[in-house]
Nanobody
Framework: QVQLVESGGGLVQAGGSLRLSCAAS????????VGWFRQGPGKAREFVAA????????GIGDSVKGRVTISRDEAKKTVYLQMNALKPEDTAVYYC?????????????????WGQGTQVTVSS
């Protein structure tokens, strides 16, 4: 019922920056939070950041703390992930996901709808 489309990935040099976008559509009124996750080669999926849609509360994963900012534009139904000082270890497919309010409002919990991902590659 919620569709998510990621964009903004690409190839960057170490130390560079990218801003990823996640555009939501469909029945977004039931969404409590939007999160960003990533999965690098041979790695498990990892939490990156999340933001609650209403209050704008944020959470940032330890591996990217200090280098990542998450924000939202409510009118555009878009969530942004600003990534700075990128490292080769940040290379991954980045996914955004929406969590339904029915789960109780914990954005560190499980998510319900997922985008197809955008590739971020950081060269050394």
């Amino acid at each position: 019922q919620v569709q998510l489309v990621e964009s903004g990935g690409g190839l960057v040099q170490a130390g560079g920056s990218l801003r990823l976008s996640c555009a939501a559509s469909g029945r977004t009124s039931s969404t409590y939070a939007v999160g960003w996750f990533r999965q690098g080669p041979g790695k498990a999926r990892e939490f990156v950041a999340a933001i609650s849609w209403g209050a704008g509360s944020t959470g940032i994963g330890d591996s990217v703390k200090g280098r990542v900012t998450i924000s939202r534009d409510e009118a555009k139904k878009t969530v942004y992930l600003q990534m700075n000082a990128l490292k080769p270890e940040d290379t991954a497919v980045y996914y955004c996901a929406a969590q339904d309010r029915r789960r109780g409002g914990n954005f560190y919990g499980e998510y319900d709808y997922w985008g197809q991902g955008t590739q971020v590659t950081v060269s050394s």
